[in-house]
């Protein structure tokens, strides 16, 4: 089945500069990447989303990146705000698999004012 | 529209007890699944629904039972709870194919001692 690994598991950044996380994937039908963002005590809530015949997508101060070949995908987010402070999920599915989401691990960020 | 709701929202089992979560969703979704998270392992898959009658195992399966006798529910029963089963369980649909977003319930903490 997929595996999907994700790093790093903790990220500490000052108000206003980038981060950057990333993950691979194992299946190369792979198709549909989301990432989730999920605030202390809340559900997974979808912040950005790629699909296998896209490089990159933009939406305001968050973008994500895949490279198929290498087999990885990044969430970057740029000018982060202390309200950015979340735990972050990416995942994979196939549509092979049922559309079965694969997370990562994810990635606790912590932005300081 | 409510979008996924889970019921209930905490409890408290003692070994040996059974239970049924309920997940309903009111976007005449396809496909529906049963995630549980525990700290550093992200989201695993226990079952999922591709359709209303149709169940799956995913990959952590044992201890768990479902059932969809309705395209709008997915129940997740646990016949005999362990300690082992104390988590934050879930429920998530997607429209089906093509792979899209996954909704996600409120979740549903549950201890087991």
């Known amino acids: 089945g997929e595996n999907v690994e994700q790093h790093p598991s903790t990220l500490s950044v000052q108000e206003g500069d980038s981060a950057v996380i990333k993950c691979t994937y194992s299946d190369s039908a792979s198709n549909y990447f989301p990432w989730y963002k999920q605030e202390l005590g809340k559900r997974p809530q979808l912040i950005i989303d790629i699909r296998s015949n896209v490089g990159e997508k933009k939406d305001q101060r968050i973008a994500v990146t895949l490279n198929k070949t290498a087999k990885h995908f990044s969430l970057h987010i740029t000018e982060t705000q202390p309200e950015d402070s979340a735990v972050y999920f990416c995942?994979?599915?196939?549509?092979?698999?049922?559309?079965?989401?694969?997370f990562g691990s994810g990635t606790k960020l912590n932005v300081k004012p | 529209n409510a979008g996924v709701t889970q019921t209930p929202k905490f409890r408290v089992l003692k070994t040996g007890q059974s239970m049924t979560l309920l997940c309903a969703q009111d976007?005449?979704?396809?496909?529906m699944y049963w995630y549980r998270q525990d700290p550093g392992m992200g989201l695993r898959l226990i079952h999922y629904s591709v359709g209303e009658g149709t169940t799956a195992k995913g990959e952590v399966p044992d201890g768990y039972n479902v059932s969809r006798l309705k395209k709008q529910n997915f129940l997740l029963g646990l016949e005999s709870a362990a300690p082992s089963q104390t988590s934050v369980y879930f429920c998530a649909s997607t429209r089906g194919i093509p792979s899209t977003e996954a909704f996600f319930g409120q979740g549903t903490r549950l201890t087991v001692v």
């Open positions: 995942a994979a599915s196939a549509v092979y698999n049922f559309n079965k989401f694969y």
């Open positions: 976007m005449n979704h396809e496909y």
